[in-house]
């Protein structure tokens, strides 16, 4: 079984420009999250979809960032414009069933160096 | 906000040592579940404890959840290099969310 695709998996990008970052998840999983990890830190949840509609965005910069899903499948994530601050490990994960016990399958995440 | 602390958050020792990290927290979770991730990579989920006091055990790892599930313990027998990896608690919020509460982490190195 296929795993959670995403890409790039490095991007090095100045400040003030825009980036995007793509999110194809196990086959059948509704549920998709999007994660920020900075480097000495645990991810942070970043927004959480339920086949195509949002659950919990509450921790999204709407300001600089965006995240769509459309059809309920691949999912995009983008900044704009980034902030040194920005530079993470952006992280996309799965899940089959949404409840207590859901297990969530990570990809490898993408790598974002804001200069 | 629910937080949730570690320690140690880095340990280097011998291939063959025992170890014991700490997840710590001042709220009460529907369950804990234990990552690990090594670089370059997402972390893979390892177990979920659900129940106070619960144990489970994998191989040479030992999950404890506390009583008040509040706190989670991962002990490793015997470690090896393959062991080598960051490991990350997270909590499962309550409610309809079921958001997890990563913690930072502990940086596990474990030298031939």
């Known amino acids: 079984e296929a795993g959670v695709a995403q890409s790039p998996r490095y991007k090095i990008i100045e400040k003030r420009q825009s980036v995007a970052f793509w999110c194809n998840p196990i086959?059948?999983?509704?549920?998709l999250y999007w994660y920020q990890q900075i480097l000495g830190q645990g991810p942070k949840l970043l927004i959480q979809?339920?086949?195509?509609?949002?659950?919990?965005d509450s921790q999204l910069p709407k300001d600089r960032f965006s995240a769509e899903r459309l059809k309920g499948v691949d999912s995009t994530l983008k900044i704009q414009p980034a902030k040194l601050e920005d530079s993470a490990v952006y992280l996309c994960?799965?899940?089959?069933?949404?409840?207590?016990?859901?297990?969530?399958?990570f990809g490898a995440g993408t790598r974002l160096s804001v200069l | 906000t629910q937080l949730l602390e570690q320690s140690p958050q880095f340990l280097s020792i011998q291939e063959g040592e025992n170890l014991t990290v700490y997840c710590n927290s001042s709220s009460v979770f529907s369950s804990l579940q234990w990552y690990r991730q090594e670089p370059g990579e997402g972390p893979v989920l390892l177990v979920t404890?659900?129940?106070?006091?619960e144990v489970k055990k994998l191989k040479r790892l030992t999950f404890q959840f506390g009583d008040a599930r509040k706190d989670s313990s991962l002990h490793i027998t015997a470690a090896q290099p393959g062991d080598t990896g960051l490991y990350l608690c997270a909590g499962v919020g309550g409610g309809s969310n079921y958001k997890l509460t990563f913690g930072k982490g502990t940086l596990l190195t474990v030298n031939p």
């Open positions: 086959s059948g999983h509704a549920t």
């Open positions: 994960a799965s899940s089959l069933v949404w409840g207590a016990k859901n297990i969530q399958y």
């Open positions: 979809f339920q086949n195509n509609g949002v659950v919990d």
């Open positions: 404890v659900v129940t106070g006091g």
